[in-house]
């Protein structure tokens, strides 16, 4: 708690300083020039702000989720590097850069780490006299709430970043900068929307009793409806329709037209009940990608892997859909089958695909000399790890459940303990004198006693009871009472 409180002030100072500082290397006169080095400061930002809102925030997250008790040094130590980096970002002396909107953007993130550092030592604090009793229940949901949108918004800012590092989305390239920023990210969440299905979130969904594919569909409807709005003339004037507004435009038509009849046939499924439009969706999609004429050669190579990838992404879940509702693929077991994965996939590396498919990175690149084979290899690279990034925080929580329930769970016979009435027990003195205990239960060990069931006793004693016999060869027996039940340690001879 402690740590917690320090660190929020440090944020507020931190901030105080920084405005104070009035940093005039980020602003719109400067002569920003994406070849000059970028200085130590600089990297030493970079990295630090990596490892807090990359690593640590998320892991900090999943530890919260399932209350363990690193969750607030993981946190805290998130924070002391956040406050840092910040600082050495509003403190460098090298490149000078344009007024972007990842400088702007980091103000946002600020003060929501200090809103969610300010949550979290108030709950840490335990107040529940006066109005906080009323109070604290939401201030929780707004803690937990806050830190899974510090994910979404960590995935925005890094996006800036690169782009602010480049030098990209200026003078007329905003829009198709934009348009395949989102889009990419689009098909990247959707990929990781579908790992969460097959990793933790299926059970929960089953509680609604509606089928997987209605979300996947409503999602779909309403990307679609905004996509058809936004293509053209949205975010900067145009002068009449390109071919690529057209394609563009038409690809956010079928998403709303597929996505409505898709929803439409889903709305009183059951849970069982699937659907393989949004999959067709996505392999029209990809087919024209995959044709979509560029300027130059080179990017309409880009578009091809694109393309084929998001086919590769819409046949592979076909695939899955059909093996599950034929019963090929159990949905009730464990751990998924492993071709679940391969849609997941596809999807995320459609999305990095055709975020790297803008008109400055593909020129960039191809004014380089690399080709169309190193290119997809180095986006495949990072699909892997992005993959690997989500795979890692959902086997986490996966994990850290399974301790925790082993930790509430009583123990068994496996952990050398069992469930017996006192009666169900004869102890023998061995020839040092240490008890050793048979089990005489009937039926499974694991089972407590019941007792209406029938036993061995002796029906001549009216004392029934177990015996313990001494070195001598004398016999005790004892009372015993049905209804009292041992937990305890299992020995044997």
């Known amino acids: ?97 344009k ?30 006299k006066r109005f906080n009793d009323v109070v604290r229940p939401y201030i929780r949901i707004a803690h937990k709430y806050m830190a899974i949108t510090m994910i979404v918004t960590t995935y925005v800012q890094v996006l800036l970043g690169v782009v602010a590092w480049l030098g990209y989305c200026y003078d007329g390239y905003l829009g198709q900068c934009l348009a395949h920023l989102i889009m990419g990210s689009s098909f990247l969440a959707y990929g990781i929307w579908l790992l969460l299905l097959v990793r933790v979130a299926g059970p929960w969904l089953s509680k609604f009793g509606r089928s997987p ?32 507004d057209l394609q563009h435009t038409s690809m956010g038509v079928i998403w709303f037209c597929g996505g409505l009849l898709s929803t439409y046939m889903l ?38 892997v694109f393309g084929s990838s998001l086919v590769l992404a819409g046949l592979t879940r076909c695939i899955e859909i059909m093996m599950i509702t034929t019963g090929l693929i159990r949905t009730d077991t464990k751990e998924p089958n492993p071709f679940q994965y391969i849609p997941v996939f596809f999807l995320c590396h459609s999305g990095m695909a055709f975020m790297s ?33 989500a795979y890692f925080l959902m086997q986490l929580f996966s994990e850290l459940g399974k301790r925790s ?7 068994t016979a496996a952990d050398g303990m069992i469930y017996q009435t006192v009666g169900q027990q004869d102890i023998e003195m061995s020839d040092t004198s240490a008890p050793v205990l048979r089990n005489r239960v009937h039926g499974d060990s694991h089972v407590l006693f019941n007792a209406d069931d029938d036993h061995d006793t002796d029906s001549d004693n009216d004392n029934d009871g177990f015996e313990t016999q001494d070195a001598h060869g004398i016999v005790i027996r004892n009372s015993r009472s049905s209804d009292s039940i041992e937990l305890g340690p299992v020995h044997s001879n």
Not at 405 to 411: G, H, R, T, W, Y
């Open 357 to 389: 498919a803008n008109k400055e990175s593909v020129t960039a690149v191809g004014n380089m000399g690399i080709d169309i084979g190193t290119f997809s290899l180095g986006y495949l690279s990072i699909s892997f790890l992005l993959f690997f990034y």
């Open 213 to 244: 594919e209605l979300y996947d569909s409503a999602m779909i409807m309403v990307w679609g409806l905004f996509n058809t709005f936004t293509e053209h003339g949205f975010i900067e004037k145009s002068h009449g329709w390109s071919h690529k």
């Open 99 to 128: 007024e972007n909107a990842h400088s702007k953007f980091s103000w946002f993130m600020l003060w929501l780490l200090a809103a969610q550092l300010g949550a979290g030592i108030y709950l840490k604090l335990h107040t529940e």
């Open 405 to 411: 329930d082993k930790d509430m769970a009583l123990p």
């Open 1 to 97: 708690m402690r740590q917690e409180t320090i660190l929020s002030l440090l944020l507020v100072a931190a901030a105080q300083s920084s405005v104070v500082r009035a940093h005039d290397h980020h602003g719109a006169n400067m002569n920003f020039d994406a070849g000059e080095p970028i200085g130590g400061v600089l990297k030493m930002h970079i990295f630090l702000m990596s490892i807090s809102f990359g690593v640590l925030f998320p892991i900090g997250l999943v530890l919260g989720l399932r209350k363990h008790r690193l969750h607030v040094p993981v946190q805290s130590a998130g924070g002391a590097l956040a406050i840092i980096g910040f600082v050495l970002g509003h403190a460098h002396g090298g490149r000078a850069f």
């Open 267 to 304: 709305r009183k499924a059951e849970y069982k009940e699937r659907s393989l439009f949004p999959s067709i969706i996505l392999i029209f999609t990809g087919c024209a990608m995959a044709a979509h004429e560029q300027d130059t050669e080179f990017s309409t190579k880009v578009h091809f």
